[in-house]
């Protein structure tokens, strides 16, 4: 799947209705964000039941906020509705492909339970 342009109209639906999705908060003026979007988009390709989102920090100030981007170009990933990693930085190619092995590996079970025992009201 090659990346998506997401909005705040799209963010929502995007990460509620996919497993898995990682998000490149970038702009235009970004060099760095610049030379990581070829990198994302190739690796994009290799992980078609993934999504790979890409949200215009300028035109997208809302979602930017939303997820205290305060550098970019950052990345964030949400699986099944748990964000699983939000980092600043571009990443090379073979960390981003190793991220993305990661994260479908990662027991969404198991991390829903932690979530949970964290909870007030556990009776600890």
């Known amino acids: 799947m090659a990346t998506v342009a997401l909005d705040e109209k799209t ?3 995007t990460w509620q209705n996919n497993d898995l999705v990682l998000v490149d908060f970038w702009a ?3 060099g760095p964000c ?8 190739k690796v994009s390709e290799e992980f078609p039941g993934v999504v790979f989102g890409k949200v215009d ?9 939303a997820f205290n981007v305060t550098s970019i ?4 990933a949400i699986r099944d509705g748990v964000v699983l990693f939000s980092q600043p930085g571009a990443l090379p190619e073979p960390e981003l ?16 339970a932690d979530i949970a025992a964290q909870q007030p009201g556990d009776g600890q």
């Open 97 to 112: 492909r190793k991220l993305v092995t990661a994260l479908q590996d990662v027991d969404m079970e198991k991390v829903k």
């Open 28 to 30: 235009e003026w970004c």
């Open 73 to 76: 170009p950052t990345l964030l």
């Open 11 to 13: 963010f929502n639906e």
């Open 34 to 41: 610049r030379m990581f979007g070829p990198v994302y988009e």
């Open 57 to 65: 920090t300028e035109a997208q100030q809302g979602l930017g906020a």
